[in-house]
């Protein structure tokens, strides 16, 4: 996230085919050196995954782990689906960089509705990470109450971002949608990362340190005393 993812999302291009019942959530986390990591979770509603056959299909261990397996750059690291009422899917993967995951996502071109394309602009110590939406065309009317959310980490200092639900402490951004709005708006989500230069952080160290030693001195520094 994540929000943000893989060739799975070939499995939920094939939901979205036959119907909109769904929900999608994201949890993602991205490292200075572009590389991260992602926790996607699909909701379907057990009569959808009942009545089809194909979703059964697209959703068993195997067809994801051959997904996998056929992509170079982007791991499952685990995957699992409960028997609950509403079934869901839960995916754990790795990405070696944001180039590696957009590549994935193109060799499954109905994932880029949810899972979008990215874009990386480096300026200086800066580094904007863009994230467009809706990039693929549904197969079928979407509904209305379906949601996809994204929560993304940043390893970093976030000196910018259009969310509105931004955690400066804890440095990571959320986004919520109607599934509706990312097929007819194509949201971006844009972030700007400040990753200071190693001199800066030596200078800044070195005033640190020399702040700290004259205040000392000026604290504990004992007068000299003059005997008559």
């Given at each position: 996230?994540?929000?943000?993812?893989?060739?799975?999302?070939?499995?939920?291009?094939?939901?979205?085919?036959?119907?909109?019942?769904?929900?999608?959530?994201?949890?993602?986390?991205?490292?200075?050196?572009?590389?991260?990591?992602?926790?996607?979770?699909?909701?379907?509603?057990?009569?959808?995954?009942?009545?089809?056959?194909?979703?059964?299909?697209?959703?068993?261990?195997?067809?994801?782990?051959k997904?996998?397996?056929?992509l170079?750059g982007?791991?499952?690291?685990?995957?699992?689906?409960?028997?609950?009422?509403?079934?869901?899917?839960k995916?754990?993967?790795?990405?070696?960089?944001?180039?590696?995951?957009?590549?994935?996502?193109?060799?499954n071109?109905?994932?880029?509705?949810?899972?979008?394309?990215?874009?990386?602009?480096?300026?200086?110590d800066?580094?904007?990470?863009?994230?467009?939406?809706?990039q693929?065309?549904?197969?079928?009317?979407?509904?209305?109450?379906?949601?996809?959310?994204?929560?993304?980490?940043?390893?970093?200092?976030?000196?910018?971002?259009?969310?509105?639900?931004?955690?400066?402490h804890?440095?990571?951004?959320?986004?919520?949608?109607?599934?509706?709005?990312?097929?007819?708006?194509?949201?971006?989500?844009?972030?700007t990362?400040?990753?200071?230069?190693?001199?800066?952080?030596?200078?800044?160290?070195?005033?640190?340190?020399?702040?700290?030693?004259f205040?000392?001195?000026?604290?504990?520094?004992?007068?000299?005393?003059?005997?008559?």
């Amino acid at each position: 996230m994540l929000h943000r993812l893989s060739s799975v999302i070939a499995a939920l291009a094939a939901t979205m085919m036959l119907s909109s019942c769904l929900d999608y959530e994201e949890d993602m986390v991205i490292y200075k050196d572009l590389s991260g990591e992602a926790v996607v979770t699909i909701s379907l509603p057990d009569a959808l995954v009942s009545k089809y056959d194909p979703i059964q299909a697209e959703f068993s261990s195997a067809k994801i782990q051959k997904r996998f397996a056929d992509l170079d750059g982007v791991t499952l690291e685990s995957y699992e689906v409960s028997a609950d009422r509403k079934p869901v899917a839960k995916l754990k993967l790795k990405f070696k960089s944001i180039e590696k995951l957009n590549e994935a996502i193109a060799k499954n071109a109905p994932a880029a509705i949810v899972a979008g394309v990215f874009t990386v602009k480096k300026e200086g110590d800066k580094t904007t990470i863009e994230r467009k939406l809706g990039q693929g065309e549904p197969k079928a009317e979407l509904g209305d109450f379906n949601y996809v959310q994204y929560k993304t980490h940043f390893e970093g200092t976030i000196g910018g971002t259009n969310s509105g639900f931004y955690n400066s402490h804890g440095q990571d951004v959320r986004f919520r949608y109607k599934l509706t709005e990312v097929i007819s708006q194509k949201p971006s989500q844009v972030t700007t990362i400040i990753n200071p230069k190693p001199w800066a952080i030596i200078l800044f160290c070195i005033a640190v340190l020399a702040g700290a030693a004259f205040y000392g001195w000026k604290l504990l520094g004992k007068k000299k005393v003059v005997v008559r």
